[in-house]
T-cell receptor
Framework: GAVVSQHPSRVICKSGTSVKIECRSL??????MFWYRQFPKQSLMLMAT?????????EQGVEKDKFLINHASLTLSTLTVTSAHPEDSSFYIC?????????????FGEGSRLTVL | QKEVEQDPGPLSVPEGAIVSLNCTYS??????FMWYRQYSRKGPELLMY????GNKEDGRFTAQVDKSSKYISLFIRDSQPSDSATYLC???????????FGQGTELSVKP
């Protein structure tokens, strides 16, 4: 299957700082990328959907000013957690779908574990 | 009520057993159903993908969808310790649509 790379895999930061997570599609052009959040033993909760070159669409209850998403190219999307607080500590996962790919062809990154102290 | 419900387990079986994982969903508009496998601290990987009702088989895995009862299943034959992971079901209404995931079932296959 196609490869989606996420970086960093782990990040620890102090409360009040901002953290950027990158999601790259390595061998295909990702027209759509999705960002999820997963708490321990919980399901993946969709945070936002981003299409290349346009503003992200956020799910209800997700603060767009806190979770900044940029999808500036067909191979890169970034999620910036601004002014992070301990309650933002979670596992963040991106997924990507390329042009012509069907519904089942959604490829996930390895995830990024954020710990806010 | 969650749109997709899944028993979180954990489910523990001996090696070689047949495993049955199940989900129910409430949105009758769902047309596409997926099963993902997620190893600890990793992103999910797609296992099976089905459209509408019916069965689909791939090696030791069989996915089953019954839209009349809004019930989806994944069967694993001859389970192996390497199958130990969390299995997530998901549904969506249309191609390219938002996936709604279940909570995931943690499976442990003991040697």
């Amino acid at each position: 299957g196609a490869v989606v790379s996420q970086h960093p895999s782990r990040v620890i930061c102090k409360s009040g700082t901002s953290v950027k997570i990158e999601c790259r599609s390595l061998d295909f052009q990702a027209t759509t990328m999705f960002w999820y959040r997963q708490f321990p033993k919980q399901s993946l909760m969709l945070m936002a959907t981003s299409n290349e070159g346009s503003k992200a669409t956020y799910e209800q209850g997700v603060e767009k000013d806190k979770f900044l998403i940029n999808h500036a190219s067909l191979t890169l999307s970034t999620l910036t957690v601004t002014s992070a607080h301990p309650e933002d500590s979670s596992f963040y996962i991106c997924s990507a779908r390329g042009t012509g790919m069907g519904t089942g062809e959604l490829f996930f990154g390895e995830g990024s574990r954020l710990t806010v102290l | 009520q969650k749109e997709v419900e899944q028993d979180p387990g954990p489910l523990s079986v001996p090696e070689g057993a047949i495993v049955s994982l199940n989900c129910t969903y409430s949105n009758s508009a769902f047309q596409y159903f997926m099963w993902y496998r997620q190893y600890s601290r990793k992103g999910p990987e797609l296992l099976m993908y089905t459209y509408s009702s019916g069965n689909k088989e791939d090696g030791r895995f069989t996915a089953q969808v019954d839209k009349s009862s809004k019930y989806i299943s994944l069967f694993i034959r001859d389970s192996q310790p390497s199958d130990s992971a969390t299995y997530l079901c998901a549904g969506t209404v249309n191609q390219g649509g938002k996936l709604i995931f279940g909570q995931g079932t943690e499976l442990s296959v003991k040697p």
